[in-house]
């Protein structure tokens, strides 16, 4: 028991080419991006990671699928350092460019009926304040 044969089978996982030239991903309406990047204990500039933006990342992946938003029109991606460390968790949602600083569990309820169902930036988080 626990050996593995050499002449064990093993079914082939080949995907034809066309795959990929056929079949592709719809392009979003969205992007929203948020920063997951963090830093070493005791490191003396703060990251988003460190802000709970873990949980954010599960906040807006949940919040679409309640809301049933159809795979692809809004894509979310947790993505490396985007600057404002001290202002963090970031998130920055495209195409629009607008940028949320200090982003709560909260305020993903609020992007996403504000920002995403109504296609206007929430302005009660007073978005882009990281370039004023």
């Given at each position: ?110 992007i996403l009926e ?19």
């Open positions: 028991m626990g050996v593995v044969s050499a002449a064990m089978s093993v079914p082939s996982l080949e995907i034809p080419y066309r795959f990929f030239i056929e079949e592709t991903m719809p392009k979003p309406k969205y992007h929203i991006l948020v920063c997951t990047n963090s830093r070493p204990p005791g490191h003396p500039k703060p990251s988003c990671g460190s802000a709970g933006a873990a949980q954010l990342l599960m906040a807006f992946n949940m919040g679409l699928m309640q809301r049933a938003v159809p795979p692809g029109e809004v894509l979310v991606s947790a993505t490396g350092c985007l600057g404002p460390c001290e202002q963090g968790p970031t998130v920055v949602v495209y195409p629009d460019n607008t940028w949320y600083s200090k982003v709560t569990e909260a305020d993903v309820v609020t504000e920002h995403v169902a109504k296609g206007t930036p929430a302005a009660k988080l007073n978005p882009d304040s990281v370039w004023k």
